[in-house]
């Protein structure tokens, strides 16, 4: 059965960091490319960054360029996003997604980025 469980949400200031996990299991983690993806208030979901296997090429948003990092684990299974210098429109859940057979989903953590 793929799991696929983010933690690591909360409220932060403006400015500041956070580190979304996401824990994997039920399918070969480290021969997928995995991703994040975002849905703020009012607006469709959108990809966040994208990582591929090996730890190798990422892909970032333009909106989070040089702002958010995105790594892996593949001997514990675990996908990380590190978000800096946090702004208010970084706002919204976060899921981790998986390719692997028809594509799963995290159930989401709440990311406020509010004064």
């Known amino acids: 059965q793929v799991q696929l469980v983010e933690s690591g949400g909360g409220l932060v200031h403006p400015g500041g960091s956070l580190r979304l996990s996401c824990a994997a299991s039920?399918?070969?983690?480290?021969?997928?490319?995995m991703s994040w993806y975002r849905r703020a208030p009012g607006e469709e979901l959108a990809v966040v960054a994208v990582?591929?296997?090996?730890?190798?090429?990422?892909h970032y948003a333009d909106a989070v360029k040089g702002r958010f990092t995105i790594s892996r684990d593949d001997a514990n299974s675990m996908l990380y996003l590190q978000m800096d210098n946090l702004k208010p429109e970084d706002t919204a859940i976060y899921y981790c997604?998986?390719?692997?057979?028809?594509?799963?989903w995290g159930q989401g953590t709440q990311v406020t980025v509010s004064s």
């Open positions: 997604r998986s390719p692997y057979g028809s594509g799963f």
């Open positions: 039920g399918f070969p983690f480290s021969r997928y490319a």
């Open positions: 990582i591929a296997t090996n730890a190798g090429a990422t």
